[in-house]
């Protein structure tokens, strides 16, 4: 089904086509139309038109509304002040406009056919590391922007890029070549949980830095190991991949309890570029883009420069032959472009990379690996925080485990559960307390602007009150409860009804989440579409406390009430699946 134009989209036309007729001249101006809290919109696009024609822009106003024939979507038009024009629709409007988007499975919102291919970088965790709240944020706003993006029309191919690479790996293969058990598991080819091979790999790494740290001839070996390892000795390699498979049970294990989707083909770590980093320097230096700079290979800029005034450089290859994160990153762009034909990049990582990611896509830029078909983008993002405003540790100053976290949230959220349920089982109070719990975690972040600091709170997440997602889920489980009461009737439009206000503006609100989509999707900002959800949920609440809906005084009022309830809780359902938060039926 084609989408379905909004009743803003509307009006802009009928204002346009006005414009058109009443001054010729202006034809292609904006009437600039946006939403109100005098009336439905307001359009101020007169006064710069009058300054434009050196005209009054009342009197333009008022030749304008006088141009526009009495139709069925504009029941008002109000000039106001110095030339705005306010503008009511009618309540006929509204509901058809909606009703034609519930007939939509896609409630309307526009798919692009045309659209390019975006790769999206994120959830980046380490090998042989724990992941830890650190990591929380790059995997629920990269997750967020996928499904987004994807509902547009954006072809989007995801990467993972791990870290799986560098000198700590001489360190754990030398040690696991001479301890070769370590990662043995109790039970042969019996299924290892992500706990388990989390624990088996900690253990790894503190003997094996314990050795490095005391022993110099082992030190010796495992640095001697790292190079057998960048030359790709069969024995050496086999190791390192044992860690990788490892570390990739307990991401796994991570990421379901995200309720998260991780493919092995999505993870691309840092060791997938490896065979193209000799040819990224080489590029590089014949092209004039980097310079040798006392033996390492740089590429200098103008405006970055260190606390002495010089110029700092980004680093593509050291001066002892070794690459450094930029040669991989570089590659990793040839790589997007060239063999995955992205139109986009988008990174999702900590702000504090923002320097290195500017001068890497600058260096991108001169060497022609992006250009104006296609863009890069860091979607930055700030640091969780504690309730004391200070980066989130525990008690002993320890980074905390995200696993740890994601628990606590599932227990604090079946707390909250039990307490409200009323007919549900145990397994049924399990299974909602971890969707609670989670999608109270990925609101918390995703409610706020990425590039935005934000505290972690557990109790202000699960809370029923304020905005959380614990609220939207409960206003999505209420109105399934209300739909299952309603026995024999069933939602149905009655465009020829009058609306009270809070119905006007549940429906207006409903009306918008097409161009909301469309711009959450282009300016990278998941919060926009979380802000959206919430201000929805209140609108519902409040048409919910001042209009019955199966006490309503007709049949067809009852219909229409149910109406706008069932199509509340397809675009909470659907704005919520975006964002990778589940709707509970019942709660």
Known sequence: MASVPSLASTVQQRLADGLSAALPEAASADPLLRRSDRADFQANGILALAKQLKGNPRELATKVVDAIPANDVLKEIEVSGPGFLNITVTDSAIIDTLAARAADTRLGVPFNESAGTTVIDYAQPNVAKEMHVGHLRSAVIGAAMVEILEFTGETVVRRHHIGDWGTQFGMLIQYLIEHPHELDHKVEGADVSGEEAMSNLNRLYKASRALFDSDEEFKTRARARVVDLQAGDPETLAMWQRFVDESKIYFYSVFEKLDMDINDPDIVGESGYNDMLHETCRLLEESGVAVRSEGALCVFFDDVKGPDGNPTPLIVQKSDGGFGYAATDLSAIRDRVGNLKATSLVYVVDARQSLHFKMVFETARRAGWLNDGVKAVQLAFGTVLGKDGKPFKTREGETIRLVDLLDEAIERASAVVREKAQDLTEAEIADRGTQVGIGAVKYADLSTSAARDYKFDLDQMVSLNGDTSVYLQYAYARIQSILRK?????????????????????????????????????????????????????????????????KADTPERVENRLFLCDLTARTLHQGMALLGIRTPERL
Do not use: M
Request: aromatic content about 10%.
């Open 486 to 550: 309603a026995g024999d009737a069933k939602p149905a439009a009655h465009a020829e009804l009058a609306l009270a206000p809070s119905e006007r503006a549940l429906g207006l609100h409903l009306d918008a989440f097409g161009e909301l989509i469309a711009e959450t999707a282009a300016e990278y900002a998941p919060h926009k579409l979380a802000s959206y959800l919430y201000q929805l949920a209140s609108h519902y609440t409040t048409f919910y406390s001042e209009c019955p809906v199966l």
